[in-house]
């Protein structure tokens, strides 16, 4: 008697199990993500990965981070102002940065990666400041946010992030 009511509970405790992982009770995947745009115009982006299956010191979790980004860029005077002309300009390109190596406690392993100024466009060649004025940038726009997972058996596991933008100018 004793035997069968273990048998019955251990093939419940199979099937509880069975359909927990099918409803993704134990999946792996990202329970947070957030960006902004840093006082240099640079993008911070952050994130908490669950179940990955890295993240030990052993193991760390490492992460590969991409966006577009698209500068404005215009011409400020003396004054402190930015003259209603004709010399404001923007640029594109994308980027792609790696992150990590990053642990974590009980599964969760958050991680984060403060671009570089490096990977924000240049002004274009048609932006033309005139006598003491001086160029900068006045507005930046991150899309198309992306962290994965590089490491790990898990690898390739990836997300979208929000996108940020922010008027500068920026230092």
Known sequence: MRRSR?????AVLALVFVFASASGVFASGYTST???VNADGTLHVAWTLSG??????????NFNVTAQVKAFYGCFNGGGNFP???????STGSFSAPAGPFTG???????????????IPAAPASIHCGAGQTEVLVRV??????????SGPHAGLSTSVANASANGPFS
């Open 52 to 61: 990955a299956g890295c993240g030990s010191v052993d193991s760390p979790c």
């Open 105 to 119: 406690n009980g599964g969760q392993v958050p991680g984060s990666l403060d671009t570089s100024t490096a990977n």
């Open 34 to 36: 957030s960006s902004s």
């Open 6 to 10: 273990l048998t019955c509970l251990s």
């Open 141 to 150: 726009e991150y899309t198309k946010i992306k962290v994965t997972l590089t």
């Open 84 to 90: 209603q002309a004709e010399n404001k300009n923007s």
